[in-house]
């Protein structure tokens, strides 16, 4: 697969999304996806056609996605120390 080069300009919207404007890497992302060009079909936009996922798409989805996973596992420790507490507390009652 060809390396997909970008224009300058590109780039420094980029950067002033997230540095200049305080957005977060996700939504910057977003916004720069609806700004590359798409095929559409019946008045719809479609993803680009045959290039795969735009580089900041891709980051930005592995950032949220190891955010996600942390704060799942996070979660799960949370519940798990919860239902240790809650038996403990119920046999300690009887």
Same mark, same amino acid.
């Given at each position: ?8 300009? *590109?780039? /420094? ?6 540095? =200049?404007?305080? +957005? &977060? @890497? @996700? +939504?910057?992302? #977003? &916004? /720069? %996806?609806? &700004?590359?060009?798409?095929? &559409?079909? =019946? =008045?719809?936009?479609? *993803?680009? @056609?045959?290039?795969? %996922?735009?580089? $900041?798409? #891709? =980051? ?14 996070? /979660?799960?420790?949370?519940? +798990?120390? /919860?239902? #240790?507490? $809650?038996? *403990? *507390?119920? #046999?300690?009652?009887?």
């Amino acid at each position: 697969m060809a390396r997909r080069k970008y224009t300058r300009e *590109f780039k /420094l919207s980029a950067v002033q999304l997230v540095n =200049g404007q305080g +957005d &977060s @890497v @996700v +939504d910057a992302a #977003k &916004s /720069l %996806w609806e &700004s590359i060009p798409t095929a &559409s079909a =019946g =008045g719809s936009p479609r *993803f680009p @056609v045959s290039r795969g %996922w735009h580089p $900041a798409v #891709k =980051g930005a989805l592995a950032a949220e996605l190891h955010r996600l996973r942390k704060e799942n596992a996070r /979660l799960v420790m949370e519940r +798990d120390i /919860l239902k #240790k507490a $809650a038996a *403990f *507390f119920a #046999k300690e009652q009887l």
